[in-house]
């Protein structure tokens, strides 16, 4: 699917990054708060509302905290409908080509 929006990936963190200090604020919850309920350390939480950085693993843990969890996981999910051609390519097993001897 083709999508119009233009954000660059550093965008995209910072977008994330103050959603996610939007959601914590909304619960009434201190950086402090957050950081203990999802079990990262507070310097992560930071870093991660200032800069946009933070591992996947503890953005996971930030969106199990918050109750998003499930909104994470539809990121990279399989299209409903597949053509044909999709189908194929799941199922087709990937060869690989003959090691060459040091003589070829």
């Known amino acids: 699917m083709l999508s ?4 660059t990936p550093r965008e995209i963190q ?6 996610v200090k939007r959601l ?3 619960n009434e919850w201190t950086q402090a708060e957050l950081a203990e ?13 200032s800069t946009g950085k933070i591992s996947l693993e503890r ?7 918050l109750g998003r969890l ?10 409903e409908i597949m ?3 999709d189908i194929k390519k799941l199922t087709k097993k990937r060869q690989r080509g003959k090691r060459k001897s040091m003589g070829d």
Do not use: C, D, W, Y
């Open 83 to 85: 053509t044909l051609s």
């Open 59 to 65: 953005l996971s843990l930030i969106a199990l905290a």
């Open 70 to 79: 499930n909104e994470l996981m539809q990121l990279f999910e399989e299209p």
């Open 37 to 49: 309920r999802a079990g990262i350390t507070l310097v992560s939480l930071k870093r991660f509302e």
């Open 4 to 7: 119009l929006n233009l954000h």
């Open 24 to 26: 914590r604020l909304i």
């Open 14 to 19: 910072l977008i994330l990054s103050q959603r």
